[in-house]
């Protein structure tokens, strides 16, 4: 567990509680990726947990011997149930994120438990970097962290929230610079990276990535509030019949596009920040592209000639298209057929924008 010796006793004990479930999810759910997925998460966990730089090597044998460790803790804890958060002398539910973030304040902490994809429970512990109000939406900026699980979003949502994840946001920005590095391909990542000084100081690097990136992430999940609000439970109950589907993965796709059609990619053509711009479209899934590929051709356009004008008129009438297959897709659900998902998967590949 990542700690450091400035910390108080309530701090402490607080960071144990919140371990202590974030293993109790691991245990449960861990087991659900792929072998190459869970090493690849396993050994970016280990990093973390014992402090390591982006750029420091570590001992394979040191790495299997904690593995082993880990997932010893987690055979221990995996029948237990969630233990209440105690702050003495309250105690709160692990989702009562405002009770407990209340008794933090003065200690500049943020804790946050939420329900991820697939129902999995996520909760983790940071320095709180800034907190403020945007309308009726209540944004934070999370900086160090001291407790967390498996799985860590580098950005989530509820109703009346985002929480924005710097360390984790850093993370995945480190990532895609080293697979660039490797190859150092001539594409959207390798532009993106170039406006940043990575020659000179990885660290600085990063750390101007995360600072501009962070607000591609705060308007992709106003996106999806605005969205929630519009679809809420239909969509999640749609979702459950359909998980591990490629259906599902489609669905997803236009709800993503829908989202940044909504105000990520305005939000990027109004400030007009080339990095930004490419690494939006440097990170785009396979799926996203193959049914969006009048966003692939604006973003060609804009690349040869600086010339905006076409992502005005994309956002516009994509707004209205994918609220349209969203809304289609729903129907199909609501239908109760026996194989709703061959269904969606056609409709979306007849949707292609």
Known sequence: MA??????????????????????????????????IYLLKMREYYRWIHALDFSDNFESDQMSSWLREKEETWHRVIDKPYKSIKLTPDEFDIF??????????????????????????????????????????????????????????????????????????????WERYQEWHWNKLDNPMGTALAHYPFEDSIAD??????????????QHEIGEMQISLQYGKDWSSMMLGLLGSKAELMARAVRDHLADSLTTLPYLVEQHNPACLHFYFANLTYMRKEIFPS???????????????????????????????????????????????????????????
Request: glycine share 4%; charged share 15%; aromatic share 6%.
């Open 295 to 353: 966003a692939i051709s604006a973003y060609q356009h804009w690349s040869k000639t600086g010339d905006l004008s076409a992502f005005t008129d994309l956002t516009q009438q994509s707004t209205l298209h994918w609220n349209k297959t969203l809304d289609s897709i729903l129907k199909i659900s609501q239908q109760k057929k026996q194989n709703p998902a061959s269904e969606i998967i056609a409709l979306i590949e007849q949707s292609k924008f």
């Open 3 to 36: 700690t450091h010796s400035q910390l108080t006793n309530l701090q402490q004990n607080l960071i144990s509680q919140v371990q202590h479930n974030c293993d109790i999810s691991d245990a449960n759910h861990a087991g659900n990726y792929t072998l190459c």
């Open 96 to 173: 009562d994120n405002q009770g407990i973030n209340t008794q933090l304040k003065k200690h500049q902490l943020f804790y946050h438990a939420g329900i991820g994809r697939n129902g999995v429970q996520h909760f983790f512990v940071a320095d709180k970097v800034k907190s403020y109000q945007q309308e009726s939406t209540q944004i934070t900026v999370t900086g160090k962290e001291y407790a967390r699980d498996l799985t860590a979003p580098p950005a989530m949502s509820t109703q009346t929230e985002i929480v924005v994840r710097q360390e984790s946001l850093k993370r995945m920005c």
């Open 205 to 218: 690097a990063l750390q101007l990535m995360i600072e501009a990136e962070q607000n591609t992430l705060i």
